[in-house]
């Protein structure tokens, strides 16, 4: 695991007082995919919230987000996806995203914008 996503599960454990490291370690990597960037965007722009997202790929200030746009930036799905693989709360995955999702989306994309999909591998 990369020493940001690392680090970002060490401030969420902190802020919640449990161990999430297996939790919530291969949630956060799959959520920050390219291709699942790619959705998280379009699901925003549906939803009116393509400018807060896209403050946090582009380069300046993150707009906070609030636990209700998460979830309409995910998507109902999404949220309980997560709840049933990290087995916490959806109000505490929900508040604990509010927090670290726009850091995490602005760190993973750091030439502010989404990296394009890695085509799938081809077999030998």
Do not use: C
């Amino acid at each position: 695991m990369s020493d940001f996503l690392s680090n970002l599960v060490g401030k969420v454990e902190s802020a919640l007082g449990v161990d999430l490291q297996g939790a919530l370690q291969q949630q956060l990597q799959k959520l920050l995919q390219p291709e699942n960037l790619q959705a998280i965007l379009a699901q925003a722009d549906q939803a009116g919230l393509g400018d807060k997202v896209r403050s946090w790929i582009g380069h300046g200030e993150n707009l906070p987000a609030t636990t209700d746009e998460i979830r309409e930036i995910l998507g109902s799905s999404v949220v309980h996806d997560l709840v049933a693989r990290t087995g916490l709360p959806a109000d505490t995955v929900l508040t604990t995203l509010s927090h670290y999702l726009p850091e995490a989306v602005d760190k993973t994309t750091p030439a502010g914008e989404v990296p394009a999909e890695e085509p799938p591998a081809k077999e030998a």
